[in-house]
């Protein structure tokens, strides 16, 4: 490619690509945990166990893992533009059929239209750094990635939310069927609104590339098979996968098991529950921006996640003493911290990944990284809602121990291959 015969210019348009997609990415999110935080409503509505309710969050893992690679796929042949269509599709289907399922209690269609939800979501999961690389330019990827991303973690934090203020505990069964409707109403038909935004109002790609390594990755784009083979023989990548994977699945599995660790301790406190899930969540936000700025401006990827991963293990010790003392103030405040950390790495790895791999496809490369999150979170939300339920959080913090010492050990054989750094430069 001769530098001089490219073009670069950053379209007016990438704003509005990425906020549609992160109001898109906010719904359907906000959906995950929504079914949980309620739980004690929704056990006798749909006549339902614990377990069964747990289900409505841990299906999601499954659903990733047989819709990703699909997505992946259409993401690399079709487009932006056809990936977003698609999950909000799906994701106004799912809230119709939820919807449907509240009005006719039916816990079974519940689950169908949560997993069509998941699988809209599915399509959605690869486009931050998809959205960075194709409309902005390459020195705020890191921070684009997580301005993307962060809607994934807000909408975790609505989905605690919302639930215990529009159906309030200790109302009448019949006010209840009432609020529930009304509650999921509301979702199908913003969902419809979401569908016809993606619709008519977002575009593929930019006319003009908006940094040279975006020209340089369209024209040099490698064939899906072969993106895989060279990705999967690539060492850095490997441990960055390792690294990520591990700590991706901590965090969905501390989020999305937040409101029975904490009922455990102190039950039937919806709304105490749906303010330090939100709260998390926000929290979650602001370590997602905050240290993918941090990586934008040092760019030493190895020694953000690093330092992160180190101050994680006294707050996940932290948790449990404050839980076991019943202080309210004392959990919110770790339980933010772990947000900021756990989260904050999300991005980071997103669009390591990424760099380590350039020009490969950034669809494979963050499939394969979502793909083995999921792999891992699956089980081990399994194996931890079971140690909750039947011993203590000793037991159910194990895991996450383990966890940690692996990415730490995983993390200090990683180095900062930063091949999308390098072939920007040649532009100057």
């Known amino acids: 490619m001769i530098k001089d015969e490219v073009k670069i210019k950053l379209s007016k348009h990438r704003f509005l690509v990425l906020t549609i997609y992160c109001l898109t990415c906010l719904h359907t999110n906000s959906q995950w945990t929504q079914y949980q935080v309620i739980a004690d409503i929704l056990r006798p509505y749909f006549g339902a166990s614990n377990t069964d309710i747990d289900w409505t969050v841990t299906l999601w893992c499954p659903v990733y893992l047989l819709t990703c690679f699909i997505s992946a796929y259409c993401l690399d042949v079709f487009g932006l533009r056809f990936c977003m269509i698609s999950a909000s599709g799906f994701n106004f289907i799912g809230t119709a059929i939820k919807y449907y399922s509240i009005v006719y209690p039916n816990f079974l269609i519940t689950c169908l239209g949560q997993s069509i939800v998941a699988a809209g979501q599915t399509f959605l999961a690869f486009l931050p750094s998809s959205i960075a690389l194709t409309w902005f330019p390459a020195e705020v990827a890191s921070t684009i990635t997580a301005i993307a991303i962060f809607p994934m973690f807000f909408g975790n934090g609505l989905g605690y939310y919302l639930p215990s203020l529009a159906v309030p505990d200790g109302s009448s069964p019949s006010v ?6 009304r509650f999921f109403f509301y979702y199908a038909l913003s969902g419809f609104l979401l569908y016809f935004l993606n619709l008519f109002l977002v575009k593929n790609q930019p006319e003009y590339p908006p940094s040279f390594a975006s020209a340089k990755a369209a024209a040099e784009s490698t064939e899906f098979i072969e993106s895989w083979k060279v990705i999967l023989t690539n060492r850095v990548s490997n441990f960055i996968l390792i690294t990520f994977t591990f700590l991706q699945t901590l965090a969905n599995v501390v989020l999305g098991l937040l409101s029975p660790m904490i009922s455990k301790y102190f039950p039937n406190q919806n709304i105490l529950i749906g303010i330090i899930g939100a709260i998390a969540s926000l929290s979650s936000v602001f370590g997602s921006l905050i240290l993918a700025w941090v990586t934008d401006k040092t760019r030493k990827y190895k020694l953000v996640t690093l330092i ?18 019943g202080s309210k103030l004392f959990v919110t405040i770790v339980v933010t911290l772990l947000g900021f950390l756990l989260a904050g790495t999300y991005p980071i790895g997103m669009d390591f990944i990424v760099q380590a791999n350039y020009p490969m496809s950034e669809s494979v490369c ?24 039947y011993y203590n959080l000793y037991y159910a913090f194990s895991p996450f121990l383990l966890m940690l010492v692996i990415a730490l050990i995983t993390v200090l054989f990683t180095k900062d291959q930063l091949n999308r750094d390098k072939a920007n430069l040649e532009i100057t």
């Not at 209840?176 to 409707?181: N, R, S, T, Y």
């Not at 992160?308 to 003392?325: A, K, R």
């Open 176 to 181: 209840q069927k009432i609020d529930l409707e």
């Open 308 to 325: 992160s991963s180190i101050l994680m293990v006294p707050l996940f010790g932290l948790l449990i003493y404050s839980l076991e003392m």
């Open 366 to 389: 963050v499939t394969l990284m979502m793909f083995s999150n999921q792999l891992i979170s699956w089980p081990a939300t399994v194996l931890v809602s079971h140690l909750l339920q």
